[in-house]
């Protein structure tokens, strides 16, 4: 399984980039998928998940601002980010993760960088 992560870049404030998600197969119809971000000297934290039902949950930082998806035929999943703060800068890294029978799977992108500065 492989996550190629993309779509990172320098935006100014309110400004809005979309992260991508590419994956080797059909790993979001199969596992949970999520986004997370590190900033510097900070410990990662869970950003926004869609199920493999299709549910989604979000960061209380993020709600009403990033919206998370997924393209299954394109084996890709997608954050929407809009109306982004400075405090939105990090490492954005994207993750699949769950139980297939008895078996755990986690998976992880290389990370893709966000920078919201003026």
């Known amino acids: 399984v492989q996550l190629q992560a993309s779509g990172g870049g320098l935006v100014q404030p309110g400004g809005s980039l979309r992260l991508s998600c590419a994956a080797s197969g059909n790993i979001f119809g199969i596992y949970d998928g999520s986004w997370y971000r590190q900033a510097p000297g900070k410990q990662r934290e869970l950003v926004a998940t869609?199920?493999?039902?299709?549910?989604?949950n979000y960061a209380d930082s993020v709600k009403g601002r990033f919206t998370i998806s997924r393209d299954n035929a394109k084996n890709t999943m997608y954050l929407q980010m809009n109306s982004l703060r400075p405090e939105d800068t990090a490492v954005y890294y994207c993750?699949?993760?769950?139980?297939?029978?008895?078996?755990?799977?986690?998976?992880w992108g290389q990370g893709t960088q966000v920078t919201v500065s003026s």
């Open positions: 993750n699949a993760a769950g139980w297939v029978g008895l078996s755990r799977g986690n998976y």
């Open positions: 869609i199920t493999r039902g299709g549910s989604t």
